[in-house]
């Protein structure tokens, strides 16, 4: 076999290992789920002695919401005083921050050695003659693998795409999580929300405890009748627990969340400021009480005040985050028509009112005319570009179809997200607001140029 060539650099080494892998993240997802095989995420798992075995795992599944949630669960488990990890896909900036203990990232000594010690393993079972092993499904193991090594106390694992096919169902959770159902992935998952809740309430287990803020008539029941059958305790919203939002009152002169009242089948948790900006994070803050409820339940007990305290301290990059004022810059990574809505509602409610410009870019194959019917009425002005660092962006050609079709006059072009971040600031007043949005990828490179 011939040897590796010398690399000066480590790091860049191991990124050029992880990056030369088949990754659904940047080429975008298989055409039929004939690709997806999570024995493969199994087998490697197996290789590596199972780190996932003893590790109490909140596996979290959904449309969306999922990320919030988690990022909500995991800050409670950390305030609480436990070692906890989280693994959220994907990564904004750096790829260590898929493996995060305690709100840190896997710092880079530890991400060279992961990937050193994970390299055999995949050579030996990509030359067993099955397709070579992808890059969520290396990362997902090196995650579980990094949490076992830190001692972590609980884990926080967020599904990549779907739930039942997907990488990280390799796992037997603690407790399992399922946030919301609406229409995204449809090729893969299904062309009806019955067929997709089905897809995502695959990481139900038997006998292991389901938390579910779903609503509808069609998504909700195809998840309870996935956990009837697998006699999965089951904790709905709506019947189990329930939460009462309180709206900031307008006009604002500063971003507010609200607040909310949750109350579920074995705590009345009181009032509690939201942790994110959104009704809908009020949603996903009644699904994490919930879940911290059922975990109490099995022996992982979180009291009122680490939940005070992690949310408290909680930030979600690129998740309605405000990165300036004068005029306020709004960042947030909706890339569905559903998110959207979510954070149309939110710009609507929880940020001052004024003069406001959107600069948006998506990705190909994504609702475009569901994303673009939930925020053009709120923009007096709209930018149109795209982001750089991943291929299946939509040329902003597309995009101006699109907003034409709507009625409106034709957008600003923007080539680059600097020359949007450029003409945004230049034609917003100071008293309005710009919001970057339609894609978590646009999201991270605007957050790397406004934090550089």
């Known amino acids: 076999m011939a040897r590796r060539a010398p690399m000066s650099d480590p790091y860049q080494e191991a990124l050029a290992f992880l990056h030369g892998r088949l990754n659904y993240e940047k080429v975008g997802m298989p055409r039929t789920t004939a690709d997806l095989r999570v024995g493969r995420t199994r087998r490697l798992l197996h290789a590596l002695s199972d780190p996932q075995a003893d590790l ?13 949630c ?5 800050a409670a488990l950390t305030a609480s005083g436990r070692k906890t990890g989280l693994s959220c896909s994907p990564h904004l900036n750096r ?17 060279i050695a992961l990937t050193e010690e994970l390299r055999p393993v995949v050579a030996a079972i990509d030359s067993a003659g099955a397709p070579p092993l992808t890059f ?8 579980l693998l990094h949490f076992a090594r830190q001692g972590a106390q609980a884990v926080v694992l967020e599904v990549g795409m779907g739930g039942r096919l997907d990488s990280t169902n390799a796992i037997r959770p603690r407790l399992a999580v399922i946030t919301s159902i609406s ?23 038997r006998r292991t405890p389901l938390v579910c803020g779903v609503r509808g008539d069609e998504a ?44 579920t089948w074995r705590t009345d948790w009181g009032t509690l400021d939201v942790p994110l900006l959104g ?14 409820d059922t975990l109490a339940e099995t022996g992982l007990q979180v009291g009122r005040e680490a939940v005070v305290h992690g949310f408290r301290d909680l930030t979600w990059p690129a998740r309605v985050e405000v990165l300036g004022r004068r005029p306020w810059l709004v960042v947030d990574g909706a890339h569905n028509a559903a998110s959207a ?75 680059m997200p600097e020359e949007a971040l450029r003409i945004a600031r230049e034609i917003t007043p100071e008293d309005g607001l710009i919001c970057v949005t339609g894609s978590l990828f646009l999201a991270a490179e605007f957050r790397a140029l406004v934090l550089a």
């Open 56 to 68: 109490p795992i909140v596996h979290v599944a959904g449309t969306k919401g999922k990320g919030s």
């Open 220 to 263: 909700r029941p195809a998840i309870a009748q996935v956990a009837s059958r697998r006699f999965a305790p089951s904790r709905f919203i709506d019947v189990d627990f329930v939460y009462d939002y309180e709206k900031p009152t307008q006009p604002l002169k500063a971003p507010s969340a609200g607040r909310v009242h949750v109350k």
């Open 183 to 205: 229409f995204d992935h449809m090729r893969l998952l299904g062309d009806t929300l019955g067929k997709i809740a089905t897809e995502k309430a695959g990481i139900i287990k």
């Open 341 to 415: 809505e979510a954070l149309a509602e939110t710009l609507a409610t929880c940020l001052p009112i004024g003069p406001r410009t959107l600069v948006f870019g998506t990705t190909r194959e994504k609702d475009l005319t569901g994303q673009l019917r939930a925020l053009l009425p709120l923009f007096e002005r709209v930018i149109v570009t795209k982001y750089v660092e991943n291929p299946r962006a939509m040329p902003p050609s597309e995009v101006v179809q699109e907003v034409a079709a709507f009625g409106r006059p034709a957008p600003l072009i923007a080539a």
């Open 279 to 292: 009704e809908h994070q009020a949603h996903n803050a009644a699904i994490c009480l919930a879940a911290l």
């Open 70 to 74: 988690s990022v909500m669960i995991a």
């Open 95 to 111: 790829l260590e921050e898929r493996f995060a203990i305690d709100g840190r990232p896997a710092t880079v000594d530890q991400f």
């Open 136 to 143: 969520f499904e290396i990362t997902t193991a090196m995650a």
